[in-house]
């Protein structure tokens, strides 16, 4: 499915269906060597996802959108948590960070949409126990 509010044609669609993870892009700019990869890192404690590498995204250029869209396995949430409580999570230097993040139940996969490139390039599903507190 692209990027709601844009037309399928501008739409750079990127899978990698091992890893269960899809990347959309709407960019003026989206050089070829933009894609997704296995990551060579370690997943975070608890992660519900195998992590994935954004390839060539700091290469894109006047972005207006990207999305990406992970299958998740509902069972590694911990116990008690909400199976609405996932969220892409980002690899930055303190560690892994949630982008804001909508769960599709019935698919099992969560996406995050924004209208910039996300702060690191390595992204995984996990638990987001902020999700259920006001923004």
């Known amino acids: 499915m692209p990027i709601p509010g844009y037309d399928s044609g501008t739409v750079a669609e990127f899978t990698l269906e091992r890893a269960g993870a899809r990347l959309d892009v709407v960019a003026g700019v989206v050089p070829e060597h933009v894609g997704l990869e296995p990551a060579a ?73 924004s209208n910039d490139r996300p702060p690191g390039s390595t992204v995984v599903a996990i638990h987001d126990e902020t999700a259920g507190e006001p923004a």
């Open 41 to 113: 890192t370690d997943p975070p404690a608890g992660a519900l996802s195998t992590p994935v590498d954004l390839v060539g995204v700091e290469d894109l250029r006047a972005i207006e959108a990207i999305r990406v869209e992970l299958v998740y396995d509902p069972s590694e949430l911990p116990p008690g948590a909400s199976p609405t409580d996932v969220a892409v999570g980002v690899e930055i230097e303190e560690g892994w960070s949630p982008l804001r993040s909508a769960v599709d139940l019935e698919e099992t996969t969560v996406t995050a949409v």
